[in-house]
Each structure stands twice: as C-alpha cells, then as structure tokens.
C-alpha cells in the first residue's frame, strides 16, 4: 500500500495547484540554548470546550483509549500478497484449506496458461474431470472454449484459462457466497500478476465476482465493463452454451469485442 504522508503530500500539492485555501503548518520553534537541530515539541493545541468561558484554560478531557497503529501494510503479511508469479499462487491453493471445498477435492485447479497472456478466461469452478485432472476447462467445455478462442485466432495455449472457484463443488453446485470471498483474492492476485488485455468473463459467477454486483448475467452483456481498469467482455457459461446451442451466436459476437479490444 502507498505511504499514507506520500499520499497526503501529493493531495495538499493538489489543493494547492487546484487554487485551495494554503495549509500552514505549525513550524516549530527553536528554544535558545538547545543544540542546533533540536527542536521544542510541536504544542498540543487546546481545544475549547463548548461553553468555556473565554481566556480561561480548560482542563483537557481525561486520555481516552489509545492504540498502536499497526506499522506498515495490514496486508503485507497476507501470502497472496506476496507471490511474484503465477506458480507461487498454485502453490498456495495446492494447500490452502480456507472453506470446506478442500475436503473433497482430488486436485485444485489454480488456472494455466502463459504469464505474458493478453487474453484471460474466468469460468465458475472446476468440474469432474478437471477435479481429477487439475487441469481448468477440459473436456466438452474445453473443447468448446477451444473452438470460441479460433474464432478469434487465438490457441487455447496463448489463453490463460482459471477460474473464481480452486476447488469443485459438491455435485457441481453454484459456489457459495463464502467460498467465493474466500477463494477469490487467488484470482485477483493472477490478473494482478497477468495484467491482461482483455477479461472475458463466462457465466454469472464469473462475471458477478469480477464485477463486485448481483446483476444477471442478461443485464452484464452487452457492454464492456473494467476491472481493476482492464477490460472485462461477460457471455454465457460453455455448459450453458452446451445446452444452448442459439447462444452461441451471440457469444461469438462478444468475443469479437474481445479481438477488437486486443487489436486497438
Ligand atoms: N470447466 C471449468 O474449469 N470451469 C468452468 O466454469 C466450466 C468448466
Ligand atoms: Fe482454498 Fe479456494 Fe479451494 Fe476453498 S475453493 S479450499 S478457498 S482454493
């Protein structure tokens, strides 16, 4: 996290160079007879009590609860935090245990592809066969996104492909709330690393997660939104589409926004 007097700084030269009120700083003053580059303490200023009667010092009220501020980052000693590539966060989901779908899982599946990928997959969850693989996006969704990436000339090895979910869900079932908040900072943490082009988002988990909004995937299409200032294209799920093969017409119409975003 930035240095807070940094930030503090730059936001008085802003005022100031936005033409607002100066801001005058207390100047301490120097006490004849200290060394030089000793200073008096900055006094503490007397704050009047309403009421007061005036030229006649108040008694200050009596110390409330006092605290240490925690010195540095709050996050900095999140391991998320402190992965550099994308091979430390599978390392991290290989063992995390943060919610109960690490019971049952056979493999994680943290997401795979180039770390120079321009164009990111996000998907809901591993399946079956991606829980006995660890492998994002194979079989009949895989083949799927596969033939969604040609037709816009791109090989699912240049696609870094993952998920909002590491682990599967029992019998497939949506993700819940919690295991999304605990899951997800994995996957902000890839796009952090990534910094892809282009998102494209497939499905509503995927979209409402990136999106930080209950908006059904029907009222996300349609327009490109951002995350973390990257674009992010929303279409349907492949299983959906697998079962709606009308949808898919439009699906390629939005990963043709995709390719335009790519090439601009
Ligand atoms: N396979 C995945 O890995 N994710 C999905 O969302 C669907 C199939
Ligand atoms: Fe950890 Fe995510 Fe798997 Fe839950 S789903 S155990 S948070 S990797």
């Known amino acids: 996290m930035t240095n807070g007097r940094a930030l503090a700084l730059k936001y008085l030269e802003q005022q100031r160079v936005l033409g607002g009120d100066a801001v005058i700083l207390p100047t301490p003053e120097v006490t004849p007879g200290l060394r030089p580059g000793l200073v008096n303490p900055i006094p503490e200023p007397v704050v009047p009590t309403p009421g007061a009667s005036p030229g006649k010092p108040e008694e200050l009220p009596p110390p409330g609860l006092s605290f240490d501020p925690p010195s540095g980052d709050l996050f900095a000693a999140d391991p998320v935090q402190q992965t550099h590539t994308l091979a430390d966060i599978a390392a991290l989901v290989a063992d995390c245990t943060k919610c109960k779908l690490c019971e049952a899982r056979t493999n994680t599946v943290p997401g795979e592809g180039p770390s120079d990928a321009r164009l990111v997959v996000v998907g809901e969850g591993p399946g079956r066969t991606e829980d006995e693989t660890g492998r994002p996006f194979v ?16 090989r699912r090895e240049q696609v870094f492909i993952c998920n909002v979910g590491k682990c599967r869900t029992p019998e497939n079932r949506l993700p819940q709330y919690d295991e999304i908040a605990a899951c997800v900072p994995y996957l902000h943490r ?18 409402q997660t990136l999106l930080n909004t209950k908006q059904s995937l029907g009222a996300l299409r349609n327009q490109v939104h951002r995350f973390r200032g990257i ?3 929303v279409t349907y799920h492949p299983a959906a589409l697998l079962r709606n093969p009308n949808w898919k017409r439009p699906t390629w119409d939005y990963v043709r926004i995709a390719r335009d975003i790519l090439d601009s």
Not at 144 to 154: C, G, H, R, S
């Open 231 to 233: 674009p992010v294209i």
């Open 190 to 207: 890839q796009i952090d690393l990534l910094k892809p082009a282009v998102i494209l988002a497939m499905g509503g988990t995927a979209a």
């Open 139 to 154: 079989g009949k969704a895989g083949e799927l996104i596969t033939k969604i990436f040609a037709a816009i000339d791109f």
